[in-house]
């Protein structure tokens, strides 16, 4: 009976050394899948579409234990002209590309997003072959989705002239939506935008390459921000001293290239080692690969949120970037796979 009990303890241990070591298997595992970089060093986050939302945590951070939760969401490119507008008409809905899809963007405590075209009823078409310029009234589906900052900085924004961009400026100025990329002279268009949310004062720059002598701002005219590295240096070390959380906004790459070129990656780092905390990638139309930098994260294409780009699958996909802060830590990430579909409507891919 004694040598019963003196074999139980040691059997009770042995069981629970091994409930451990699988839990604790199972946690390490988790970052090793998702291929979260140590800081200093770089790589490549897995992209996560099977599922819904799948967190990729920063080791060493923890979860919430009851900080205060900020939750940012970056969408790709918005495109609401040619078909998408004549959609819209037809429904006589102008919030038909986002019904499917508010219910989760509002959940957001800001919603970012690229803007492709100007909103406005006036201007000339300057003679693109895709020449995009959207009804004012799209503003309705825009603020149904919850957008708090939209970026200008395209190859689109000056496609109905100087006279459409300022309208596009006006119209969302009159609905508590921040623009970033553009503005009404050089000074403004350069300058960070300020959202503070939670207590966290989150800084917003945004350039394209794409910038030329007519869409560029001048001290006079509306117009882009000027795209010159050493000026893009010097504008994200000077915000980030009055920012807690610095985002720079690319529109850049090459289209339909699933993978980032040599070119993204170097300025994406480059801005990154001036001060950025997320960089937030758009233009090719499909989605690119997310990677961890230094301390920050990298998403080099979002693909696109609302286009009419029905030729192939790839174009009819994007991601939403969710980064979840406690207070002015970044613990979470989650990149959530959407779908627009032929009626042209965006929704979570799950659904």
Do not use: C
Not at 269 to 276: Q, Y
């Amino acid at each position: 009976m004694k040598k019963r009990r003196l074999i139980l303890p040691f059997i009770l241990m042995g069981l629970a050394m091994t409930s451990l070591g699988i839990a604790a298997f199972g946690y390490i595992n988790s970052y090793q899948t998702d291929q979260v970089a140590k800081a200093g060093e770089t790589s490549i986050v897995k992209n996560t579409k099977k599922q819904k939302e799948t967190p990729v945590y920063f080791p060493g951070a923890g979860l919430p234990e009851g900080g205060q939760i900020t939750r940012l969401m970056f969408v790709g490119d918005i495109m609401l002209s040619r078909a998408v507008g004549s959609q819209m008409e037809k429904q006589n809905d102008w919030s038909w590309p986002f019904l499917k899809i508010a219910d989760f963007s509002q959940q957001a405590d800001i919603l970012f997003g690229n803007l492709e075209g100007p909103i406005s009823a006036r201007g000339a078409d300057r003679g693109s072959p895709y020449s995009f310029r959207a009804n004012p009234r799209v503003i309705e589906g825009l603020k149904l989705a919850g957008f708090d900052v939209l970026s200008l900085a395209n190859n689109h924004a000056l496609d109905w002239g100087k006279i459409a961009l300022e309208d596009t400026l006006n119209i969302l100025e009159e609905n508590n939506i921040q623009s970033v990329g553009a503005d009404h002279n050089s000074a403004q268009a350069q300058e960070v935008k300020i959202i503070e949310k939670n207590n966290i004062k989150f800084g917003w720059l945004a350039y394209t390459p794409f910038v030329n002598n007519f869409s560029r701002a001048t001290l006079e005219q509306v117009g882009l921000t000027d795209f010159n590295r050493e000026k893009i240096i010097e504008d994200v070390s000077k915000a980030k001293n009055i920012v807690d959380i610095l985002i720079v906004s690319y529109h850049f790459g090459e289209e339909y290239q699933k993978q980032a070129n040599n070119y993204q990656r170097e300025l994406a780092r480059l801005t990154v080692d001036s001060g950025a905390d997320l960089i937030i990638g758009h233009h090719p139309h499909v989605v690119q690969d997310i990677e961890k930098y230094q301390d920050a994260f990298i998403v080099y294409s979002l693909g696109n949120f609302i286009f009419d780009q029905t030729f192939s699958k790839e174009t009819m996909e994007g991601i939403i970037f969710e980064v979840i802060f406690e207070d002015k830590n970044i613990i979470e990430i989650h990149q959530i796979p959407t779908v627009i579909s032929n009626s042209l409507q965006v929704s979570l891919a799950s659904e």
